[in-house]
């Protein structure tokens, strides 16, 4: 079963998180807060949205996104910052599942498109995504800005 995330279910997705950070070698990366993370899904204004995979009543997987926007079509766009099933549920469709209500809920919002990115060696992952029709976007590169580099440049040094 597909839902949507409640307040209660933060400290469920925090936990989700850190797997998927653990999965992709980045725990060392995750800082969060889970007030930080309750306030910027659920406060006034909302970053973030989730989505919830349940199995017989347990929360096994998630997806995290957020709209973007595309200029050059003139409409929303949704980004998915994250996917994740706890590796106990894979292969039951519960990631397709995610990514099914996800494309559901862009075609009622009038997107444009979905995408997201992956680690170019989660190679389990790219078969998966192109499996639904999926297809890379090879020439573009991704570009980031975060701690001291974005502080300076927002300071104008």
């Not at 199995?55 to 050059?72: E, M, P, Q, R």
Request: with cysteine; glycine share 6%.
């Amino acid at each position: 079963m597909i839902r949507s995330a409640t307040t209660g279910d933060v400290p469920v997705i925090a936990n989700l998180i850190r797997a998927l950070a653990e999965y992709e070698k980045l725990a060392h990366a995750v800082v969060l807060r889970e007030a930080d993370l309750h306030r910027h899904l659920f406060g006034t204004t909302k970053f973030a949205e989730v989505l919830l995979v349940e199995d017989a009543g347990a929360v096994v997987g998630f997806a995290l996104f957020f709209h973007n926007y595309s200029t050059f079509r003139a409409k929303p766009g949704i980004y998915l910052e994250d996917l994740f099933v706890i590796p106990e549920a894979r292969g039951k469709g519960h990631g397709k599942a995610l990514l099914r209500a996800l494309a559901k809920l862009a075609v009622e919002r009038d997107c444009a498109r979905v995408e997201w990115s992956v680690l170019n060696w989660n190679e389990p992952s790219i078969q998966f995504y192109k499996s639904l029709g999926a297809k890379p976007m090879d020439e573009w590169t991704v570009y980031r800005l975060t701690d001291d580099a974005l502080t300076k440049l927002a300071a104008g040094t």
